[in-house]
């Protein structure tokens, strides 16, 4: 190990323990749910277009009791036309968090004046126009509506809950993917940035605060001018609700850089308190190395945080003044009971969800499946059908075209291929774990609920007085 590598885990390690007692402690798993890859969602179109893509990001609600399942920007990794959805869930959860009978219940597609934001990468690259890549979801509990984060932009923008775009937050010019000599932006690719967010590496993780007042966004991985793929410090942008705009920056030390090292989730636990995942891109996934999954999900504290706004964070020297990483609170990567005992690749889908005893909480973690749709280094796009029982299902998969069943080749050489009851798509994977969570506050009503809520515990007490 070299010495700068050694220096940085000192300092890690002493940043991990150097908050205090743990507020989520206890952490065990429950149960979970292999989703079927090829299960489509309740809009119109063909098999492909409606198939689910599973979670880019969980939500759950608990003024409505409702889960929120948030899918990307489609299959063919910005190629292929998608008209970008969210999707209303229903899970059974018994008295012990063990979860089943997972079920669509809405599937709200995004728009803009009646017309679709669409996955399709920007054309013309500077002009990001309609394009949308949905990776971070919550709901905003003043109001109701849906507030969604994207990696094209990186943007931040509020639905109504039909689907309909209300307004776009100011995101940091910091932030935005561009050349900083010509100042003009590519939002679809690298390819004449130097600094703002690097490609597919926007808003990934987005939480609310439980009164809705501020939204948190959370880039994926380090800035193309803070080290980029070698850097190791993320930011969060702290936006206020009210007015759209961004009031503070944070600075995220990520454990390592490479193996596609980003954080995946954010999840607000009140006060300055959030949990964070993080995880590599190894495991089982379309098109991706299986060896070694690395998934873990971190308690974090903004408390004492400087606000970076206005400087330029280092790749990987130390940072005075980051976010305190508090504990590990759990390892998505113990747990394989799935996939031939192997862990998914993109563990991207984190909420807390209903009180299961005193102090005791559900969460549930989800995998991005990517519609199990890979593409070629030309564009085309394939189907790609994995076997769980081979020691490596990613080298000995089979690529067919989108939607058909015929014309399929080995993906490790191009050989033809035959398709047999051994081999399906890649399913959604959904974890059940509970946990001891101090301290936690949920969500608040949206404006009025509290009336009413005090006008029938009121009515409820007068009703047992007379009884």
């Not at 759950?60 to 009791?65: A, V």
């Not at 999707?87 to 728009?111: E, L």
């Not at 080749?409 to 051994?422: D, I, P, R, S, Y």
Request: with cysteine; aromatic share 8%.
């Amino acid at each position: 190990m070299r010495l700068g590598t050694l220096s940085a885990a000192v300092v890690l390690s002493a940043a991990v323990n150097s908050a205090g007692a743990a507020s989520v402690t206890n952490t065990a798993f429950i149960n979970g749910l292999a989703l079927d890859g090829a299960a489509v969602d309740l809009s119109n179109g063909t098999m492909a277009e409606r198939r689910l893509g599973y979670f880019s990001d969980l939500y759950y609600d608990p003024q409505r009791k409702e889960w929120w399942g948030l899918s990307d920007r489609g299959p063919g990794g910005g190629l292929l036309n998608y008209e970008t959805r969210v999707q209303r869930f229903t899970i059974d959860v018994a008295p012990n968090g063990a979860i089943s009978n997972f079920q669509v219940a809405a599937t709200i597609k995004f728009n803009e004046g009646g017309t679709a934001l669409n996955g399709i990468a920007p054309n013309p690259t500077s002009v990001l126009g309609r394009a949308f890549d949905p990776e971070g979801f919550v709901v905003i509990p003043k109001s109701g509506n849906l507030l969604v984060s994207d990696e094209y932009g990186p943007s931040l923008i509020e639905f109504d809950r039909n689907g309909n775009l209300l307004r776009r937050f100011t995101v940091p010019a910091n932030l935005q993917p561009r050349n900083s000599t010509t100042g003009v932006p590519n939002f679809a690719s690298d390819a004449g940035n130097d600094a703002g967010k690097r490609t597919n590496r926007g808003f990934e993780g987005l939480a609310i605060s439980p009164d809705g007042e501020f939204a948190y966004a959370m880039l994926q991985s380090a800035m193309l001018d803070e080290g980029g793929g070698g850097g190791r410090y993320s930011r969060i942008v702290k936006f206020d609700t009210t007015t759209g705009q961004a009031v503070a920056q944070y600075a995220y030390l990520m454990d390592r850089s490479g193996q596609g090292q980003g954080i995946s989730s954010l999840v607000a636990l009140g006060g300055d308190r959030f949990l964070v995942l993080e995880r590599n891109n190894r495991g089982v996934g379309v098109g991706a190395e299986l060896n070694t999954a690395d998934k873990l999900v971190y308690e974090i504290d903004l408390n004492g945080a400087v606000d970076v706004s206005g400087i330029t964070l280092p790749a990987s020297a130390t940072f005075v003044g980051a976010v305190t990483k508090v504990a590990k609170v759990m390892d998505l990567d113990q747990d394989r009971p799935f996939l031939g005992g192997r862990s998914p690749e993109k563990w991207e889908g984190l909420a807390v969800g209903p009180e299961l005893a005193p102090g005791l909480f559900l969460i549930l973690a989800g995998t991005d499946n990517d519609y199990s749709v890979t593409q070629s280094g030309s564009g085309e796009q394939f189907d790609e059908w994995l076997r769980f029982t081979d020691t490596d299902p990613n080298a000995s998969a089979i690529l067919c075209p989108i939607g058909t069943m015929a014309g399929c080749t080995f993906a490790n050489g191009g050989a033809a291929a035959t398709l047999t009851g051994e081999y399906s798509l890649l399913p959604g994977i959904l974890h059940a774990y509970s946990a001891n969570i101090a301290r936690y506050v949920m969500p608040a009503p949206e404006p009025g609920t509290w009336v009413l809520v005090a006008g029938a515990l009121g009515l409820l007490g007068w009703r047992r007085h007379q009884g």
